[in-house]
């Protein structure tokens, strides 16, 4: 026991290195995670007493023991036993394909993430771009919202600043837990997507084992009582407009649930803004007829460099407004109660004219619709008038006149528009650039459901 034996220096530190890894592994890290996940139990308790809707037991549920109880779910397991017939291979390896599904889904939600630093974040950039205004706030019908529900957030999708602005406006009331594309599966924006709460989709796969794992999820989560952000339209509009819904995760929320004793209610939210910074590249996969958006990031990172460089030189203007309305609550048992045969195509065009009805109308907006109906040019007069016409046509919207001044709100939206080139002031007043066109009209879009709904 007490004879010297020889090792090269190599294999010692080899030994030590096994040796440092299994004690960690065995002692340390259980005692770190035990630590940490007493502190954002206290977090999050804290933040409970706060918030309207306290955040659920699910979304702070272990991630390794939400992707196990997911890939041992009884439906999932039928799927990888039919994945696996299908496909001619063993159920093992299609139990594995199952559990790296998972693994992508499940986030890793951090209360200290989510509200110490995204909100600021979000709030911070926000303010940053935009003035940012809440539109029209129905506190009394979603104040009244059983506290047992399951609420969700339906959304039009304009930018990817909706998650950052939604997220921000929402603070006060829950931590929302959204759905995200492709776009976010980088790191480490991933990790801190994860971190929020947010789960990645896969919008184009028609892999029936992925769809299996993620409708499981979605289920799971709505009868856990999570409070959950989706876009019905299922990605960013390409032409300003509203879109048909797509149902696939409306679908997973109310099929794949099984407490039916808990309801889930539908909180339409419509966000719009005087400017979108990804406008040309939508509009320009909208006239291709393609999803497939041209974004370089050298033309990313020089808008970022050109507005740091404003800043500095103290020229920096903000974009606009940006504004977000919630509108009354839509209760599933009271819409399957009215209509118990009705069809979740139906559901959905109830909650898309919900939330067109909720859009707000702001100066960028308001301005384009006025200018592209008229075939001339209209001076600021006449504009002015007939800005005035428009908004009494719509006089149950909500239209954000700033200072309260008509005509100040006519200046915000033309300047906004001369600066980026796509109207002209003329002798005679304001005209179109025809090379444009399809730019501004994808600003008037974004409100033309308003006056649809008045003509009708």
Wanted: with cysteine; glycine share 6%; proline share 4%.
């Amino acid at each position: 026991m007490t004879t010297t034996v020889e090792l090269p220096l190599w294999l010692l530190i080899l030994i030590l290195l096994f040796a440092a890894v299994t004690f960690a592994s065995h002692f340390l890290f259980p005692s770190v995670r035990w630590f940490f996940r007493r502190r954002m139990e206290r977090v999050v308790s804290k933040l409970n007493t706060r918030l309207e809707r306290p955040i659920e037991p699910f979304k702070l549920a272990r991630r390794y023991d939400m992707i196990q109880r997911l890939i041992y779910d009884p439906e999932v397991s039928v799927a990888i036993a039919e994945y696996a017939r299908k496909n001619d291979v063993p159920e093992n390896v299609a139990f594995e394909m199952a559990r790296r599904y998972a693994r992508e889904i499940v986030p890793s939600f951090s209360a200290t993430a989510y509200f110490g630093i995204a909100i600021r974040m979000a709030k911070a950039l926000s303010l940053a771009l935009y003035r940012v205004r809440m539109g029209r706030f129905d506190d009394e019908q979603i104040g009244a919202i059983d506290s047992t529900a399951t609420v969700i957030f339906v959304m039009n999708h304009r930018s990817n600043m909706d998650y950052v602005l939604v997220t921000w406006l929402a603070a006060e009331r829950s931590a929302l837990s959204y759905a995200v594309g492709e776009w976010a599966r980088v790191w480490p924006l991933s990790r801190l997507i994860k971190a929020m709460g947010a789960y990645f989709i896969r919008r184009k796969s028609r892999d029936a084992l992925y769809r299996r794992v993620l409708s499981r999820y979605v289920g799971l989560a709505t009868d856990g009582g999570v409070t959950q952000a989706v876009f019905p339209e299922g990605g960013l509009s390409l032409d300003g407009a509203l879109a048909p819904p797509k149902l696939g995760i409306l679908k997973y929320i109310i099929e794949e649930r099984s407490n039916f004793e808990r309801d889930v209610v539908f909180v339409p939210v419509a966000v719009n803004y005087d400017r979108v910074f990804e406008d040309r590249i939508l509009v320009a996969a909208g006239q291709a007829g393609h999803r497939r958006f041209g974004a370089k990031i050298s033309v990313v990172a020089t808008f970022i460099v050109k507005q740091f460089w404003l800043w500095i030189t103290r020229r920096y203007h903000r974009h606009g407004y940006a504004a977000a309305s919630f509108g009354a609550p839509v209760s599933l048992r009271a819409f399957q109660e009215e209509q118990p045969d009705a069809p979740v195509e139906a559901l959905g065009e109830v909650l898309m004219r919900r939330i067109g009805e909720e859009v707000p109308v702001l100066p960028v907006p308001l301005v384009a619709h006025a200018l592209l109906e008229n075939d001339g040019a209209l001076g600021r007069e006449a504009l002015t008038r007939r800005a005035g016409e428009l908004t009494e046509q719509i006089s149950q919207a909500h239209v954000h006149i700033p200072r309260d001044d008509l005509g100040y709100a006519i200046d915000v939206g033309t300047r906004n528009l001369l600066k980026r080139g796509l109207i002209e002031e003329t002798p005679d007043g304001f005209v179109v650039v025809d090379a444009e066109r399809a730019i501004l009209a994808y600003y008037a879009n974004s409100i033309t459901q308003l006056f649809r709904s008045c003509s009708g």
